[in-house]
């Protein structure tokens, strides 16, 4: 119903940047929160930025200062610029969407299948 595809990771030297996108398609009525996650080695998924669809935004206190969430309502993209990355940013990141799919529907989360980041020292 709700694709979500996530582009911009890779290999990156510790206090370098990253820009990571994510598009949504299929049968999208509205959406609301967007999100991205991550998922380190040996940990649990964990939230690193929402934002809702006023442009309200959260961040994970690790990531504060260093990342900037936004996303383009339009073209149903979310985006994650990270600056100043550490080797202990190393994760897969996901992107999250609360989505409408119908007006008579309640909205679901929907995940993407993640994208690699990798910061070497």
């Known amino acids: 119903q709700v694709q979500l595809v996530e582009s911009g990771g890779g290999l990156v030297q510790a206090g370098g940047s990253l820009r990571l996108s994510c598009v949504a398609s299929?049968?999208?009525?509205?959406?609301?929160?967007m999100a991205w996650y991550r998922q380190g080695p040996g940990k649990e998924r964990e939230l690193v930025a929402s934002?809702?669809?006023?442009?309200?935004?959260n961040y994970a206190d690790s990531v504060k200062g260093r990342s900037t969430i936004s996303r383009d309502n339009a073209k149903k993209m979310v985006y994650l610029q990270m600056n100043s990355l550490r080797t202990e940013d190393t994760a897969v990141f996901y992107c999250?969407?609360?989505?409408?799919?119908?007006?008579?529907?309640?909205?679901?989360?929907?995940w993407g299948q993640g994208t690699q980041v990798t910061v070497s020292s």
């Open positions: 999250n969407a609360n989505v409408r799919t119908s007006a008579f529907l309640p909205p679901r989360d929907f």
């Open positions: 299929g049968r999208i009525f509205s959406i609301n929160r």
């Open positions: 934002i809702t669809s006023d442009m309200s935004t």
